[in-house]
T-cell receptor, first 110, second 113 residues
């Protein structure tokens, strides 16, 4: 089976812009969750989707949003980008109590 | 709320040395516990897991035992290799069907030949 696929791998955006990141889960997995990884804050949970519904949400501002499609693929969107949004964004798909991670999207805000 | 505290390091060892990375947790109920590993420029890979008290997870020579009485899940390996150099994360998932993970800060391990 193919693993979790995230696109793009790298992004450079300007402050104030918005960005959309994509995640394709492992085939058959219905749960997709998103995490932000920064040197200062470590790994922080953003949100989780299951069967197109947001099941859990972390403590992030409303500029961070997501959605899941009927084929379980997920996107996350960050609007009005700030310099502090520069991070590695990781997506994970879950089944059997285990989360499997993609390679991440490295977002740099300049 | 849930939290994970792990030894932050960095940890530097010589090849074939014994490794321990400490991890303790706070959670309600009976969480599942995990160790993930992250190599430079990559995402997280599941190293091992344990889902109930006294379970021992093991993989690639690494082991960790779920100790409910001490709320710990320490990672050990008897003989490390240069290829084990990476960042190691301890994580927990509270009971239920969700996949919200709480992570420790990570421990950078460097193994020298």
């Amino acid at each position: 089976k193919a693993g979790v696929t995230q696109t793009p791998r790298y992004l450079i955006k300007t402050r104030g812009q918005q960005v959309t990141l994509s995640c394709s889960p492992i085939s058959g997995h219905r749960s997709v969750s998103w995490y932000q990884q920064t040197p200062g804050q470590g790994l922080q949970f953003l949100f989780e989707y299951f069967s197109e519904t947001q099941r859990n949400k972390g403590n992030f501002p409303g500029r961070f949003s997501g959605r899941q499609f009927s084929n379980s693929r997920s996107e996350m969107n960050v609007s009005t980008l700030e310099l502090g949004d520069s991070a590695l964004y990781l997506c994970a798909s879950g089944q059997g109590g285990v989360a499997f991670f993609g390679q991440g999207t490295r977002l740099t805000v300049v | 709320g849930d939290s994970v505290t792990q030894m932050e390091g960095p940890v530097t060892l010589s090849e074939e040395a014994f490794l321990t990375i400490n991890c303790t947790y706070t959670a309600t109920g009976y969480p599942s516990l995990f160790w993930y590993v992250q190599y430079p420029g990559e995402g997280l890979q599941l190293l091992l897991k344990a889902t109930k008290a006294d379970d021992k997870g093991s993989n690639k020579g690494f082991e960790a035992t779920y100790r409910k009485e001490t709320t710990s899940f320490h990672l050990e390996k008897g003989s490390v290799q240069v290829s084990d150099s990476a960042v190691y994360f301890c994580a927990l998932k509270s009971g239920g069907s969700n996949y919200k993970l709480t992570f420790g800060k990570g421990t950078l391990l460097t193994v020298n030949p």
